[in-house]
């Protein structure tokens, strides 16, 4: 049913188990991988009064980080899906909107489902974080898995 699984990651422990997941979930569907990492560009780092963040460092330098970072989370889920005998592309963009970024990488790639995490946060917890899966939800035309992660150990 399901031949190309877009499969977005940010590095975190919690990312890479819903990777793992969405790996084992393509495995057992007969599915393609398509990795992504979505980065917000510099000018998102920009605080409402209009000073950077993180004034130390350049639109340059954080561009190259920000490739560094998404290059190393996207080879981690290639490898996985290599040992797993799964056909696997990655994607590195950048979008102001995580969760746009998502949905535009699910168009652009012909992906037929995102397969992504969910911490689950519900109350009070929920409306402060935000989350980047409820909005991908709430956006896409693209069928959504969403894989319940566990929290990490205290």
């Known amino acids: 049913m ?7 990651t940010d590095g975190s422990s919690l990312s890479s188990q819903s990777a793992n997941a969405g790996i084992s979930f393509a495995r057992a569907v007969g599915a393609e991988i398509v990795a992504l ?24 330098d954080y561009d190259k980080v920000s490739a560094e970072q998404a290059h190393k989370y996207l080879q981690s889920v290639l490898d996985r899906a290599d040992t797993a005998g799964i056909k696997a592309t990655a994607h590195a963009v950048s979008n102001f909107n995580i969760a746009d970024g998502i949905e535009q990488a699910a168009k652009d790639y012909h992906c037929d489902l995102i397969f992504i995490g969910s911490h689950g946060r519900s109350g009070l917890s929920r409306l402060l974080l935000g989350s980047v899966t409820t909005k991908v939800l709430s956006m896409t035309h693209t069928a ?3 894989y319940r992660v566990k929290d990490e150990p205290k």
């Open 144 to 146: 959504v898995l969403v």
């Open 37 to 60: 990492n979505v980065t917000q560009p510099f000018a998102a780092t920009i605080g409402f009064d209009g000073m950077a963040a993180a004034y130390a460092i350049s639109d340059e």
């Open 2 to 8: 399901f031949k190309r699984v877009l499969i977005p």
